[in-house]
Each structure stands twice: as C-alpha cells, then as structure tokens.
C-alpha cells in the first residue's frame, strides 16, 4: 500500500518538493517534486526511507544516498 507524507516546506526548507510516497511491502519511494515530475526509486528499504524522513538535508540525501541507487522515472 502506497502511503504518502507531506512536509513542512517551511520547517524543512524546502524548494523542490513537498511530499513522498512509500510502498514498504514493494519497497517503493516516490519523491513528487513541485513541478510535477516525480522520481520513483525501487528496492529501497525502510530503514532508508526513515533516515530520509529526519535528515536536515533532504535535497542533499537525495543526490549522494537515493540517486546513486539507480531511479526510474
């Protein structure tokens, strides 16, 4: 089951995006970024999704820890 979290843009300091989905039983992340392109990531675990979630540097976690994992869009 896809389940979506929406942040605070303005507690994160986010520019690009706003919301991810996450399916734990097929282990998909969705990031929706603001300008309604999506990357979608396979095979990443929960504990990966967590460390996501709390990290100050959203943007940054997805450039060095999400996007080396190889995405689809």
Do not use: C, G
Request: hydrophobic share 40%.
């Amino acid at each position: 089951m896809l389940r979506t979290t929406t942040f605070d843009r303005n507690l994160w300091q986010l520019t690009t995006f706003e919301s991810i989905s996450y399916d734990k039983e097929e282990q998909i992340l969705i990031i929706h970024f603001l300008d309604e392109t999506t990357l979608k990531f396979d095979s990443i675990p929960e504990d990966l999704v967590f460390a996501f979630i709390l990290t100050t540097n959203k943007d940054y976690f997805i450039e060095t820890k999400l996007k080396p994992l190889q995405y689809t869009t």
